[in-house]
T-cell receptor, first 117, second 110 residues
């Protein structure tokens, strides 16, 4: 257990439905990242937050995807009108960041496995 | 852009040593990471290199050559539990998000 939790762990949904995932990072971590991972691939960056501000979004993040971190603590990732191609493991990671650029490792949560039928 | 290349699969014998290579081309560089990922689980951090040379941590060591865009992860005294995927990831300049390779699936056999 890394201290990062994600819910649900598994989600099966029908194409066209909306889904929302939650990530609770390590409490003192100010940066939170979302990744997507498909079978046989490494994690692909989707978006990240510094406190409550969303600082960067990948081109992978279509308009159907939205993420929030309203109070700078937990984060949600919503996918609207799901498609079969959205089936993947959605990973959340958190880390501490400070201005001196010191290195801090990213701690990953267990992931939410999404299956779109 | 960034491109990271590592072998897809490797097999090694219990008790042996294995070296997993990673090459990268990046527009900037601010550190290279190795993560271990067991099937169905989250990646867990193994090592971090930002300067050239070897970093040793128990049975695991990681090497970096920035001029060659090359790193390797060395696993000694292999155990069955080391069977997992090993992910190489690079961080670009300005603390940008990590870019991961596709991972190397290591199978340790008796």
């Amino acid at each position: 257990d890394t201290g990062v939790s994600q819910n649900p762990r598994h989600k099966i949904t029908k194409r066209g439905q909306n889904v929302t995932f939650r990530c609770d990072p390590i409490s003192e971590h100010n940066r939170l990242y979302w990744y997507r991972q498909t079978l046989g691939q490494g994690p692909e960056f989707l978006t990240y937050f510094q406190n409550e501000a969303q600082l960067e979004k990948s081109r992978l993040l279509s308009d159907r995807f939205s993420a929030e971190r309203p109070k700078g603590s937990f984060s949600t990732l919503e996918i609207q009108r799901t498609e079969q191609g959205d089936s993947a493991m959605y990973l959340c990671a958190s880390t501490k960041w400070d201005r001196d650029g010191a290195y801090y490792e990213q701690y990953f949560g267990p992931g939410t496995r999404l299956t779109v039928t | 852009g960034q491109n990271i290349d590592q072998p897809t699969e490797m097999t090694a014998t219990e008790g042996a040593i294995v070296q997993i290579n990673c090459t990268y081309q990046t527009s900037g560089f601010n550190g290279l990471f190795w993560y271990q990922q067991h099937a169905g689980e989250a990646p867990t951090f193994l090592s971090y290199n930002v300067l050239d040379g070897l970093e040793e941590k128990g049975r695991f060591s990681s090497f970096l050559s920035r001029s060659k865009g090359y790193s390797y992860l060395l696993l000694k005294e292999l155990q069955m539990k080391d069977s997992a995927s090993y992910l190489c990831a690079v961080r670009g300049p300005g603390n940008t998000p990590l870019v991961f390779g596709k991972g190397t699936r290591l199978s340790v056999i008796a």
